[in-house]
């Protein structure tokens, strides 16, 4: 007998032993855990390995402190062995300013259960690009990273560019899932089986980043409890809505004036914010308190110290345009245009009040290299 497999049956022994303890019959651990008596036969019995969320939810209602989670999470770290750890998550922001209420639903979503054997927490962040879908998804994912003990998924799916066929990210999740690539199915189907057969039993949390439509996102869908899924996407998933996964919808909206501002004081600093309070104002509104525009004016400002807020948001007023070209190489930028107010030609910006300093010059004329900045 391997070490898994004792340590599988030490568990069932473990949740029967706690179980006869606090005077349950095994229909009544069921009805209370919302798991089929079946289901839980056969983990009593060491023929099925007992997920972290079925320990963590008999922990609870057997009020054993923690007792079965933490032999669970002991098993599964023995599972994974020698193999590479599944940590595919990309690094988070830093710092989400005005996303508070948005992190805590997402935690939640994510780790509550379904009520239903078999059920798989599945969230669509959809939202306008540039709002922060992905910042918000990669810092809840790592946030609640711990709550899945077998590691992390993640794919971006590149829904506004090549969408990625389904099958391709099967082929890449299987691989990192340990199937040698001579077993992969050249079958989309096949491979979709087999992702969700290696699935069973551990506790994945999948991140899919920029996806297109639903069809992209559903063959990527674990079947199994313990597992759950983030998407993003600037479409309404409604495929995903409606299938029997069920997923959830949370949609970001441009930030709050106030946490807008404080997102552009972080990178300019706050003895410049407090010189001009109403032109930082200005320029927040400008940018229409999306995130990504926020901090590409912000970053520009910041490369720019001697130009003025006011007439940085003059600058905006009369010429929305150019603001595409201090971010140049972003590819979301494009989309990002529809943010900003219709653009006007550029012969108004020297009577707009502009003074002729040279940073502001080089506002109009191209200027340094803008600087980029992480998080």
């Known amino acids: 007998m391997s070490d898994v497999t004792g340590a599988t049956a030490a568990n069932g022994r473990l949740l029967q032993r706690l179980r006869k303890e606090a005077g349950l019959s095994l229909l009544r651990l069921a009805e209370l855990?919302?798991?089929?008596?079946?289901?839980?036969?056969?983990?009593?019995?060491?023929?099925?390995?007992?997920?972290?969320?079925?320990?963590?939810?008999?922990?609870?209602?057997?009020?054993?402190?923690?007792a079965l989670t933490e032999h669970a999470y002991a098993t599964a770290a023995r599972s994974r062995g020698d193999r590479l750890p599944l940590a595919q998550l990309p690094a988070a922001p830093r710092h989400l300013h005005g996303r508070t209420r948005a992190m805590a639903r997402l935690e939640r979503l994510l780790l509550g259960r379904s009520g239903a054997p078999g059920g798989v927490p599945v969230v669509c962040v959809d939202g306008m690009p540039g709002v922060g879908k992905t910042a918000l998804a990669l810092r809840c994912a790592h946030a609640v990273a711990h709550r899945f003990p077998d590691g992390t998924l993640f794919a971006n799916l590149r829904g506004d560019d090549r969408p990625l066929e389904p099958g391709d990210v099967l082929g890449?999740?299987?691989?990192?899932?340990?199937?040698?690539?001579?077993?992969?199915?050249?079958?989309?189907?096949?491979?979709?089986?087999?992702?969700?057969?290696?699935?069973?039993?551990?506790?994945?949390?999948?991140?899919?980043?920029?996806?297109?439509?639903?069809?992209?996102?559903?063959?990527?869908?674990?079947?199994s409890e313990g597992c759950a899924v983030v998407v993003t996407s600037r479409q309404h998933l409604t495929g995903l809505l409606v299938s029997p996964a069920q997923a959830t919808?949370?949609?970001?909206?441009?930030?709050a004036l106030p946490d807008a501002v404080d997102l552009l004081r972080s990178v300019i600093g706050d003895q410049r914010a407090d010189a001009e309070p109403t032109a930082l104002a200005g320029v927040a509104?400008?940018?229409?308190?999306?995130?990504?525009?926020?901090?590409?004016?912000?970053?520009?400002?910041?490369?720019?110290?001697?130009?003025?807020i006011a007439d940085f948001n003059r600058y905006l007023t009369v010429d929305t345009g150019r603001l595409a070209l201090l971010c140049a190489g972003d590819d979301e930028m494009q989309a990002i245009q529809g943010t900003f107010p219709e653009q006007r030609g550029r012969a108004g910006s020297r009577s707009s009040?502009?003074?002729?300093?040279?940073?502001?010059?080089?506002?109009?004329g191209g200027g340094p290299e803008p600087v980029v900045v992480a998080g």
């Open 249 to 255: 919808r949370l949609t970001l909206s441009p930030l």
């Open 285 to 308: 509104m400008r940018c229409g308190s999306v995130p990504l525009a926020l901090r590409i004016a912000a970053v520009w400002l910041a490369a720019h110290p001697r130009l003025s």
């Open 33 to 66: 855990t919302h798991y089929n008596k079946g289901h839980l036969s056969k983990v009593e019995n060491g023929r099925k390995p007992m997920s972290m969320e079925l320990a963590q939810v008999c922990d609870q209602v057997l009020g054993t402190r923690g």
């Open 353 to 364: 009040g502009c003074s002729d300093c040279r940073d502001c010059a080089g506002a109009h």
């Open 172 to 223: 890449s999740f299987l691989r990192a899932l340990g199937a040698h690539p001579d077993r992969v199915p050249d079958d989309q189907q096949e491979r979709a089986a087999m992702y969700r057969s290696l699935l069973s039993g551990r506790s994945v949390l999948v991140v899919l980043d920029n996806a297109m439509a639903s069809a992209q996102v559903q063959p990527l869908l674990p079947g």
